[in-house]
């Protein structure tokens, strides 16, 4: 696994769970892999993978069952679109239109390559 600098591992493996999420992979109630096989499979330290699992936890979009493992929680989907909503539009939106403003790009322009990239 490659990560990128721009932020904490922690959040870009936690992105990748709610990617899973989002898409339809993990449904609610689903067991997710365990702390060990994420920390393996990526490469990182258990407290890496730890910290991934506490954040989203904080965010309740999986849950623990003590001794089993953990699971996306019912509101799993409605709280990982929540979370990565907020995220998009607090930091890659304003930097979208900054980038739109130092290019001189027109919103009609952008709204005309939206409507043809979605249809």
Known sequence: MIF???QP???QIADIFCE???SGEWKPNDRIPSVRD???SMEVN???AMRSYEFLQNKEII???RGI????SEQGHSKALDYKREEFMSKTVPEFFRNMYLLGIKYEEME???KNSIS
Do not use: D
């Not at 493992?69 to 996306?72: A, D, K, Q």
């Open 20 to 22: 899973n999420i989002l």
């Open 112 to 114: 005309k390559f939206y």
């Open 4 to 6: 990128t600098e721009q």
């Open 69 to 72: 493992g953990y699971f996306v």
């Open 63 to 65: 849950f623990n069952k």
């Open 9 to 11: 591992i922690y959040i």
């Open 46 to 48: 258990p407290n890496t």
């Open 38 to 40: 994420v920390a393996v």
